[in-house]
């Protein structure tokens, strides 16, 4: 049995097994877009709690995997779960340092029985350092990598429902790492060790800060900065019926045809002066002018315009927008009311089939050890001695 993904035309990871042992969102959403890319993914629950995330994460987060329960504290388990490294390709954990390694199913261990495994650990700080043991979450990781510090306004940092250090950091850094050593696998025939830090990443990508810090001697303030609130011209604005609109006219150009279309030539010269006086004056214009229409009437008035004007949609307005739509971004789930993220890879010569369900747990794992090589005994002895379920 396997991923209906990988019967999608073209896929390009067809044929690549990983062993998914992540819970939560982060190491889950990274081998979410495995899957969807075609590879055979594996997620392996331990045989009490298993992945705890809440049901509606769970079953976005794990669609186009099978399901496979093991308790790799049981001798048996472990040795089974070192069985199934013999033919992977990608092993994806996301424990503390040092976890797997007491387990015996490091990444020593499973390199030993397949050399050319790519073992990817996906923590908060990484495996080495000073705060390597240390717990975390979204908010810690960003913090201390200094990118909360430029996420909000002037009234200070804000939190978000999308976490950048967990997605960015952990998902998408893990992802590349994964792609990487795998492409390098695929000459050398030798696999790596992928250490994925979340702080790392989104430190690595904190490029705007620390260009402003190599200009100025400093990073601004949030709120402060061209991006954050300095500039009347790049914000949010609240309409009539409370809700929100996007101003993106950094460049002349975007900001002659808001100008245009909301028939103010007069304010034509006061885009980017460098004074902070003068964008706090046309802020409060702003403010005004988009706080007397409701939203429908800017969509309307900006829909062909080249302002960099867009509504702030809810997700559920986005999955219906025309744009999301054509691009594939909504497929539908278990029931119309249930819709599934597409996958973002678009590419000539693959197209990604309907989605399959997230795995209950263990729901593959008769099947999963069959292809491992386990007969009916060895499988029945193996739920005898508590190591499957």
Not at 240 to 250: F, H, K, M, S, T
């Amino acid at each position: 049995m396997t991923s209906p993904s990988q019967g999608a035309a073209g896929a390009p990871l067809a044929g690549v097994r990983v062993l998914d042992l992540t819970r939560l969102l982060p190491g889950p959403m990274a081998t979410l877009h495995l899957a969807d890319l075609g590879a055979d993914v594996i997620k392996i629950e331990d045989t009490g709690a298993g992945d705890y995330a809440t049901a509606s994460v769970r079953a976005l987060a794990n669609r186009n995997k099978r399901g496979l329960r093991l308790d790799l504290k049981n001798r048996d388990g472990l040795a089974t779960l070192l069985r199934l490294c013999r033919d992977a390709d990608v092993l994806v954990e996301g424990f503390r340092p040092g976890v797997m390694q007491r387990l015996g199913a490091g990444y020593e261990a499973a390199a030993a029985v397949n050399p050319r495994i790519v073992y990817c650990s996906i923590t908060g700080f990484g495996q080495t350092g000073p705060l390597r043991a240390a717990p975390g979450h979204d908010i810690d990781y960003a913090a201390l990598a200094g990118v909360a510090d430029q996420m909000g306004n002037a009234s200070g940092p804000a939190l978000s429902n999308l976490p950048v250090a967990d997605l960015l950091g952990g998902t998408m850094g893990a992802l590349s790492g994964i792609l990487a050593a795998l492409f390098s696998a695929g000459r050398s025939g030798r696999g790596r060790h992928v250490d994925i830090a979340m702080a790392d990443v989104a430190l690595a990508h904190a490029v705007l800060p620390l260009a402003m810090l190599h200009q100025h001697g400093e990073v601004p303030r949030v709120g402060q900065g061209g991006l954050t609130g300095a500039l009347a011209c790049y914000g949010f604005y609240r309409t009539a019926d409370d809700r929100q609109l996007a101003v993106g006219a950094l460049e002349p150009k975007f900001w002659d045809d808001l100008c245009r279309q909301l028939e103010r030539p007069d304010l034509l010269p006061l885009h980017r002066t460098g004074d902070p006086a003068t964008e706090q004056r046309l802020r409060a214009e702003l403010t005004a002018i988009f706080a007397a229409r409701p939203l429908a009437h800017w969509r309307s008035l900006f829909h062909d315009a080249d302002a960099c004007v867009s509504p702030v949609l809810r997700v559920d307005e986005a999955l219906a927008h025309p744009q999301f739509r054509a691009r594939g971004m909504r497929v539908e789930g278990a029931g119309a009311d249930q819709p599934q993220l597409g996958c973002p890879f678009t590419m000539t010569g693959f197209a990604p089939d309907a989605p399959r369900t997230a795995p209950r747990p263990g729901e593959h794992s008769d099947a999963i050890l069959r292809e491992a090589g386990f007969d009916n005994g060895a499988i029945a002895a193996l739920r005898a001695a508590g190591a499957v379920a």
